[in-house]
C-alpha cells in the first residue's frame, strides 16, 4: 500500500455525505496534491450530488461499485454498527486502507479489526472516534510512545457538557437545557446515548484501547445519566469551589487486566482545566509515569472539527506513515468502577428533627468522616434540600453507606451522590 | 532505514548523559524490545558511567567513535550550536537519523537539516524542541495535517510561567520570584534566555516553521522582558479580569511569506486556559480554519517529560514512521510584530493637577478610546502607580501614542504598556 503511494496520489473512497462527509470532501480535494477523491457512496447519490465535487468522481449507492475504483483508502462516515462494520471489513479484506468516525465499531471491534488489517498489511486509522478535531489518538501511539500510561480522563460527550454550561451559567433545569441543545442540534431526539453515558462510555473504551492495550466492553463501563443533576447542584458545588461535568475516566494500577473506568456527572475544582471547558468542547488528560499529565483541548464534534480528523488520518496513510504497533489486546470481561473519591451528597428531605443526627450515625458506622454540611436558607421544610461532603473512603463502603442512607424514610427524592475530583489538575 | 527495522532493532547511539540524557537512557532501556541503547558519548565517559546502563553499551567521548557504531538513530541531547550541530549534520551525511531537544538548531539551522535528512533518506525529529513532553510538534504536523492553519500561540517559557505565577499568587517581587526560581534550579545563573523572551522566541521560531512552512530567524521576533512586570501589575490586571502571563504568538493572514510573531508579557482573561496555566508548566494552542483552537498542555521542561519526547521519537522512526512533508520553507526577514489588541499601560508619576487631562489629549490626538483609568488608593501622592486601558486600534496607531506619552515629563518609572489578549480563549 505504502510503495504505490509515491507513484500516485493516494486513491480515496468515501461513504456517508452527511455533515462530515461534506466538510471530508472538500478537505480531500483541497489536499489534491497527495490524494485523489475518487468516489463517493451515498443514498440517493444522484439527488446528493454537489457541483463542487470534481466531475471526476463517481457517485454510487453501492459498496461493491465504490471499492471497485482501485481504492488505497476508504474513508467510513455512515455510522452506526451495521452496514459500516461490514463494508469496514470488505475494505480490510481486498488489503485496503479504512479511515473511520465510528465509535461504536471501533469501541466493539477494534481490535478485531486492527488484527484483520495487520493481516492484510493495511491500516486502519479512527482519529476522529474520540474527540472529534482533537487529535488525542495519534498522541498517545506516538508522541507519548514511549511513557508507561496509568489514567486518562475527561470531557468526552460535547452534549452533556453544552448542557451542564448552561445549567452552571443560566441556571437553567436539565429539561429546558436538554431542550435548548436539541433545538440547536447539538443533541439527538433521543439523548439517552448522550445524557445516560453510553456515547462518552464508547470512547473512553477506544481511549483505555489505545493508551492501555487493554479491550473493555463499552457496556461494562459503568455509566451514570447527568439527568438528576439540579441548578441547586450547581449552588452547593459553587460553595465547594467545584462544578459539575460529566467525567469519563479510566486508569490502570499495573495488574495485568485490571481497569477501573467509570462515566457520569462529577464535582470538578474550579481550578481545573476540566471546570474550563465550556460549551460543547472536549478536553483529555493522560497520564504517564513519567511525563505526567498532558492535556488535549478542543472542539469534540462538528463537521468541520471531525473532518480535520479524518483526512489527516488519510493523509498519514498517503505519506507512508506505519499504523502504531497494534496489540494484542488483553480482554478485560470486568471493569471495576471503584474510584476512591470524596464524595458530594444532596439530600431533599421532608425536615424534622433527627435527620442529621440519623445521616451522622450512618455514615459513623462506616466509618466515614463528615467533610462538610451545607444547607442554603430559603427552601420550605416540607421539601428541603441539603448537602453533605464526605472525605475519601474505600469506594465500596462508601457504596454502603449510600445503600443504607438511601433506605432512611425522609428522602423526598433519591439521594444523588458525585464524586468529587481531587490532584493536581481536578482528575483523580 | 526503515526496511532495516524490521530485521533487526533499532540501534541507538546518544549523546549528552545529563538530566534529560540519563531519563532518556532509561526509557530506552524500557523499550529494549523495539530499540537498542548501543552508545552513550559524554565528557569524562569513564567518570560517568552508571551500572543500570546496560554492560554491551559503549561509553565514549569522541563522536567518530559513537557515530561508527552502526546507528540506526543519533540523539543529540549536548545543547548548544556548536559542536551539536557538526554532529547533527555528520550523523545525517552518513545517512544516520537524529533526535534532538536542541532549539536552537532547530530554530536556526532546521529546514536546512531537514532538507539534508530528506537527501540522505533518513530522518530529523524534534519533538523536544518545544513544550518538553507534550506532543504538539506531532499534532501540527501530522493530526492537523489536513486543516489550514492560521495562528499558534501559547506559554512556551516555563521559567517565566514559574516566576509570574509566584508574583501572583505570593505577590512577591520579579527579582525574589526569580532568585527562588535559581535556587528551586528552574532559572539559569544569568536568565536573560528566559525572561527577556528569546528562549520562547526560538520555540516560536519553531512552531511557526512546523505550522506555516515559514523559516523565520528568532532574532526577527520582538521580544519583551518580563523583568518590568510589578506585584502591582497584576492586582491592576485582576480589576480587569485579567492576569499576566509571557505570551509566545505568531499568526499568518494568508499573504505569502508575512509572519505576524510577539513574545513578551501580556494580560490574558482569567476565564483563558492560559490563565490557568501555573508553575513550569507550558499551553500551546493552535487554530486552524477548519478545527477551530486545539490546545495542548503539560510539562515543558524537566528530565522525565522531555525524554518522553525525546524517545517517543525514537520509537517512530524504530516503527518505520515516515516523516512529514519537509518544506521547501519560505523564508521570512521581517517579521512584523504588530498584532491589534486593546492595551493595558501602567504609568507611575509625581502626582500633580493635569496628568490625566495631558495623557487623555495624547490619547485623543491619536483617535484612541480609553476604556478605563484605574487608581487604587494607598499611594503617596510623589509615586503615585495609576493604569489606563486602551481599545483595540492599529498596532502602529498605538506605538506612536505610546511613544508621544513617553515623552511627557511626569513619569517616575517609564510606562509599562502590555496588550490584552481577546477572543474566545483569550488568545489573539
Same mark, same amino acid.
Given at each position: 500500500m505504502t510503495d504505490v503511494v509515491s507513484r500516485r496520489r493516494?486513491?480515496? #473512497?468515501? $461513504?456517508?455525505? #452527511?455533515?462530515v462527509g461534506r466538510s471530508a470532501s472538500r478537505l480531500l480535494q483541497e489536499a489534491s496534491r497527495e490524494v485523489e477523491l475518487v468516489g463517493i457512496l451515498n443514498r440517493q447519490a444522484a439527488a446528493r450530488? !454537489? +457541483?463542487?465535487?470534481?466531475?471526476? /468522481?463517481?457517485?454510487?449507492?453501492?459498496i461493491d461499485e465504490l471499492l471497485a475504483l %482501485?481504492? +488505497? !483508502?476508504?474513508?467510513?462516515?455512515?455510522g452506526g454498527r451495521q452496514p459500516a462494520e461490514q463494508w469496514i471489513r470488505s475494505a480490510i479484506d481486498r488489503g485496503v486502507s479504512v479511515v473511520t468516525a465510528n465509535k461504536q465499531i471501533i469501541a466493539h471491534e477494534g481490535p478485531s479489526l486492527l488484527a484483520a488489517a495487520a493481516a492484510r498489511g493495511c491500516q486502519l486509522r479512527f482519529e476522529a472516534s474520540v474527540a472529534g478535531g482533537v487529535p488525542v489518538i495519534r498522541a498517545i501511539e506516538s508522541g507519548l510512545a514511549s511513557d508507561s500510561l496509568t489514567q486518562v480522563a475527561g470531557i468526552l460527550n460535547g452534549t452533556c457538557n453544552y448542557i451542564l454550561t448552561r445549567m452552571e451559567r443560566e441556571g437553567a433545569t436539565f429539561d429546558a437545557a436538554l431542550k435548548e441543545a436539541q433545538a440547536l #442540534?447539538?443533541? =439527538?431526539?433521543?439523548?439517552a446515548q448522550d445524557i445516560d453515558g453510553p456515547d462518552a462510555a464508547a470512547k473512553l473504551a477506544i481511549l483505555a484501547m489505545v493508551a492501555f492495550g487493554i479491550q473493555a466492553p463499552p457496556a461494562a463501563i459503568e455509566s451514570r445519566s447527568i439527568a438528576n443533576v439540579?441548578?441547586?447542584?450547581?449552588?452547593?458545588?459553587?460553595k465547594l469551589q467545584c462544578t459539575v461535568r460529566q467525567i469519563a475516566r479510566a486508569s490502570v494500577n499495573g495488574t495485568p487486566g485490571s481497569l477501573t473506568a467509570a462515566v457520569g456527572p462529577a464535582l470538578v475544582p474550579l481550578t481545573s482545566p476540566l471546570a474550563r471547558v465550556s460549551g460543547s468542547e472536549n478536553l483529555v488528560t493522560v497520564t504517564g509515569r513519567s511525563g505526567g499529565e498532558t492535556s488535549f483541548g478542543g472542539r469534540g464534534a462538528g463537521g468541520d472539527p471531525t473532518a480535520v480528523a479524518v483526512v489527516s488520518d488519510v493523509l498519514s496513510i498517503a505519506r507512508g506513515a506505519r499504523p502504531p504497533s497494534t496489540g494484542p489486546y488483553r480482554q478485560v470481561s470486568a471493569v471495576s468502577? $471503584?474510584?476512591? *473519591?470524596?464524595?458530594?451528597?444532596? @439530600?431533599? !428531605?421532608? %425536615?424534622r428533627p433527627g435527620i442529621i443526627a440519623a445521616l451522622a *450515625? /450512618?455514615?459513623?458506622?462506616? %466509618?466515614?468522616?463528615?467533610d462538610a454540611i451545607l444547607q442554603e436558607p430559603g427552601f420550605e421544610a416540607e421539601r428541603r434540600?441539603?448537602?453533605?461532603? &464526605?472525605?475519601?473512603?474505600?469506594? =465500596? !463502603?462508601?457504596? $454502603? *453507606? @449510600?445503600?443504607? @442512607?438511601?433506605?432512611? %424514610?425522609?428522602? &423526598? /427524592?433519591?439521594p444523588l451522590a458525585l464524586p468529587i475530583l481531587t490532584g493536581a489538575h481536578g482528575n483523580m
Open positions: 493516494c486513491r480515496v #473512497g468515501l $461513504a456517508g455525505f #452527511g455533515t450530488r !454537489v +457541483d463542487w465535487i470534481d466531475p471526476s /468522481v463517481t457517485w454510487t449507492e453501492s %482501485d481504492l +488505497d !483508502v476508504f474513508v467510513e462516515l455512515i #442540534g447539538f443533541a =439527538e431526539a433521543n439523548p439540579t441548578p441547586l447542584d450547581f449552588l452547593y458545588a459553587h468502577s $471503584a474510584f476512591a *473519591a470524596p464524595y458530594y451528597v444532596r @439530600l431533599t !428531605v421532608a %425536615d *450515625a /450512618v455514615f459513623a458506622a462506616h %466509618d466515614i468522616n463528615i434540600p441539603f448537602i453533605v461532603s &464526605l472525605d475519601t473512603a474505600p469506594p =465500596e !463502603v462508601v457504596a $454502603a *453507606a @449510600l445503600a443504607e @442512607l438511601a433506605t432512611l %424514610d425522609f428522602h &423526598l /427524592v433519591p
